[in-house]
């Protein structure tokens, strides 16, 4: 049972970055895959962030593609989320998953709220 | 990239079918068999429904089924029961290799 854990501080500034890790344990992320970020505001749908594949090829929301990078460290078996110039706006529960064929999300981390505050 | 298209809510009572809809076009749910389903219970992470249009992942009542014509993808849950209320997604991916999601239906059980 592949297992995702989300760690990061959960408040940021605005206009400074934000900064996530997803941990994965009982699966080695170089075997294969893509894993990906979503993320839900408060009382609000959920949000696609980007996809990462093992190899490194990255794919974004058009909407936050100038300000996220997402990146894998498969020495470490994780992969992170950076999101630069935030705003109150970017106040949400951040998940990570994976995402077979870039398709769909079958394992998901429990979440992890991030606040947008000064 | 817009949102897929969802009803806001759907109600059924216990042992009734009830359907959510999911309306794209023919660059996502059109344009492609991958098209999947999430539950998410307040509080908790979305869990995985189905995948690729009727797919059940292992573990999932087939009480839930998945079906798709044209630029619309359904979701059919039968004999309703008390804990299937909750916030539902669906999610598609798309010609310009992006994934995008519907604002989601919430789920009320009468």
């Known amino acids: 049972q592949v297992q995702l854990q989300e760690s990061g501080p959960g408040l940021v500034k605005p206009s400074e970055t934000l900064s996530l890790t997803c941990a994965v344990s009982?699966?080695?992320?170089?075997?294969?895959?893509?894993w990906g970020w979503i993320r839900q505001p408060p009382g609000k749908g959920l949000e696609w962030i980007g996809t990462?594949?093992?190899?490194?090829?990255?794919f974004y929301n058009p909407s936050l593609k100038s300000r996220v990078t997402i990146s894998v460290d498969t020495s470490k078996n994780h992969f992170s989320l950076k999101l630069s110039s935030v705003t109150a706006a970017d106040t949400a529960v951040y998940y990570c998953?994976?995402?077979?064929?870039?398709?769909?999300?079958?394992?998901w981390g429990q979440g992890t709220l991030v606040t947008v505050s000064s | 990239q817009s949102a897929l298209t969802q009803p806001a809510s759907v109600s059924g009572s216990p042992g009734q079918s009830i359907t959510i809809s999911c309306t794209g076009t023919?660059?996502?749910?059109?344009?492609?068999?991958?098209v999947s389903w999430y539950q998410q219970h307040p509080g908790k992470a979305p869990k995985l429904m189905i995948y690729?249009?009727?797919n059940r992942p292992s573990g999932v009542s087939n009480r839930f089924s998945g079906s798709k014509s044209g630029n619309t993808a359904s979701l059919t849950i039968s004999g309703l029961q008390a804990e299937d209320e909750a916030d539902y997604y669906c999610?598609?991916?798309?010609?310009?290799?992006?994934?995008?999601f519907g604002g989601g239906t919430k789920l009320t059980v009468l």
């Open positions: 009982d699966y080695s992320i170089s075997s294969g895959f893509y």
């Open positions: 999610y598609s991916y798309t010609s310009s290799s992006t994934l995008v």
């Open positions: 690729d249009v009727t």
């Open positions: 998953a994976r995402v077979p064929g870039n398709r769909y999300f079958d394992y």
């Open positions: 023919s660059s996502d749910v059109g344009g492609y068999y991958y």
């Open positions: 990462i594949y093992h190899s490194g090829n990255t």
